[in-house]
């Protein structure tokens, strides 16, 4: 256990040295910085013998990092897919928690969740899927597969509510991306503080759901 927890911090360690890398341009440097943070948290839960889909889920995690570190569509768009795969990795792991919440006893704050969640999902036809030109299937795909992921952490017991929180600022993190690479002015000030905002939510999120299942 505690060699799994060593491997994590160094992985946070990693993603801490990033975030001064995050608008540097393409470069092997950058894309390593940014694939191996997430990385050692797979290799985290494998020692602290997690599940295997949160395992998985986590290395998914890092090939879509390296791919989003690199330019084009074509690397967004494998990108969009490991991390699409990821949070359907994420959804079965959440689902098999024992002692999960029913519908009837989520409290008003998940309920809260629940709401905010569809609204996001459904209000994206008018502001984001008009914006993404030939993507608009893999991203309203995507946007599909996120939220049922988000929706199934709500659903986690009070013990595993570090992964619940670590699930929303994943979510979070790819609302932020979304709105900085469809809706901003590449290179404008605004996005690029939507880019140093992007980071730090989502390692911090895959931090926390590894935390929240791998030692709940």
């Given at each position: 256990m505690t060699g799994a927890m060593?491997?994590?911090?160094?992985?946070?360690?990693?993603?801490?040295?990033?975030?001064?890398?995050?608008n540097a341009g393409e470069s092997a440097l950058r894309s390593g910085l940014k694939t191996v943070p997430v990385a050692l948290f797979a290799i985290a839960a494998l020692l602290a013998g997690a599940p295997w889909l949160l395992v998985l889920g986590l290395a998914l995690g890092a090939v879509g990092d390296f791919a989003l570190s690199r330019k084009g569509d074509s690397a967004f768009i494998a990108g969009l897919g490991s991390f699409a795969l990821a949070h359907l990795a994420y959804a079965v792991v959440f689902v098999g928690v024992e002692a999960r919440l029913a519908p009837f006893d989520l409290t008003p704050m998940r309920w809260l969740g629940v709401a905010a969640l569809v609204i996001m999902a459904q209000s994206t036809v008018v502001w984001l899927l008009p914006h993404v030109g030939g993507m608009k299937r893999?991203?309203?795909?995507?946007?599909?597969?996120?939220?049922?992921?988000?929706?199934a952490a709500l659903h986690l017991p009070a013990t595993h509510g570090l992964a619940m929180l670590g699930a929303g600022l994943f979510v979070l993190s790819d609302l932020v991306l979304s709105i900085e690479r469809f809706r901003?002015?590449?290179d404008s000030p605004a996005a690029r503080g939507a880019s140093h905002l992007v980071w730090p939510l989502y390692w911090v999120g895959q931090g926390?759901?590894?935390?929240?299942?791998?030692w709940s």
């Open positions: 060593g491997v994590a911090g160094a992985g946070a360690v990693i993603a801490l040295i990033y975030q001064t890398k995050v893999p991203v309203a795909a995507y946007v599909a597969i996120i939220s049922a992921m988000g929706l901003m002015k590449e926390l759901i590894l935390v929240g299942i791998a």
